[in-house]
Nanobody, 120 residues
């Protein structure tokens, strides 16, 4: 049973920083593509950042240059460093794991989410 546990969300002022963590269990973490997505009230869930097993990264346009995704395979954890936060970054942030499943393709797993609120 794959479990993803996010932490690090909270309330921060505009211009501030936060670091989110997602600890994975029940999976061979190093093989997975890991990602962060977010969903604001009334909006669709959107890509924030993704990091592959080979450490390639991809970012959503709204966060390029401000957010950094990283992973520590020894700790089965993926991180999202968020700087220069804006009120429009307010959302629930979700961790996602894409686990290779051979001929079955890829299995997707989601965490429960952590709230990030950017407000003065």
């Amino acid at each position: 049973q794959v479990q993803l546990l996010e932490s690090g969300g909270g309330l921060v002022q505009p211009g501030g920083s936060l670091r989110l963590s997602c600890a994975a269990s029940g999976t061979i973490f190093s093989r997975n593509t890991m990602g962060w997505y977010r969903q604001a009230p009334g909006k669709q869930r959107e890509l924030v950042a993704v990091i592959t097993s080979g450490y390639s990264t991809q970012y959503g346009n709204a966060v390029k240059g401000r957010f950094t995704i990283s992973r520590d395979n020894a700790k089965d954890t993926v991180y999202l460093e968020m700087n220069s936060l804006k009120p429009e970054d307010t959302a629930v942030y979700y961790c996602k794991a894409d686990e290779p499943a051979g001929r079955f393709g890829t299995l997707e797993f989601w965490g429960q989410g952590t709230q990030v609120t950017v407000s003065s």
